[in-house]
């Protein structure tokens, strides 16, 4: 399925590669860093840091962008997305922005153009609630945070 959508450029964006499945079977886009040419921001362990995106998009009613962390980023440096994954509505307009934690126990250092998150386009559902007194059993039940006694 393909979903169109709009996309702009900010200025300080300009010249970065525009997010992008980087395999045929990819789910995510990913999204680079959109700071000056020259700048290099230190994420220290346990901080964190919102890194502009350099564009703006208009996603279409019915669908939402997600936020998430880069697997690679995550072992090898502990780097994450603080939020994840953060929600971008259809009808927000601003500049993407992405909010990096290092859980990782060294510097991490972010230059322009890295490639720090991935964007996922999901399909949003439109809720009713219903309220009622009662709800219909099931084996489950109350039971939660580890009542199936799984790892």
């Known amino acids: ?26 789910a995510g886009l990913d999204i680079c860093a959109a700071i000056q040419e020259n700048e290099i921001i230190t994420l ?13 998009i208009a996603l279409p009613l019915g669908y939402e962008a997600q936020i998430r962390p880069r697997s690679g980023l995550a072992a090898k440096f502990g780097v994450s997305v603080l939020n994840a994954p953060g929600t971008i509505d259809a009808d927000y307009r601003g500049e993407v922005k992405v909010i990096l934690i290092n859980h990782g126990e060294e510097d991490f ?28 059993d099931t084996i489950r039940g109350e ?6 006694g799984k790892r």
């Open 1 to 26: 399925m393909r979903v169109k959508i709009n996309f702009i450029w900010l200025e300080h964006g300009k010249g970065l590669d525009i997010p992008r499945q980087q395999s045929q079977g990819a």
């Open 44 to 56: 220290r362990p346990q901080k964190r840091v919102i890194i502009p995106a350099g564009f703006s």
């Open 109 to 136: 250092l972010i230059k322009r153009g890295d490639r720090i998150a991935q964007m996922i386009i999901a399909p949003v559902s439109k809720v009713e609630f219903s309220l009622t007194q009662q709800l219909d």
């Open 143 to 148: 039971g939660g945070f580890g009542s199936t």
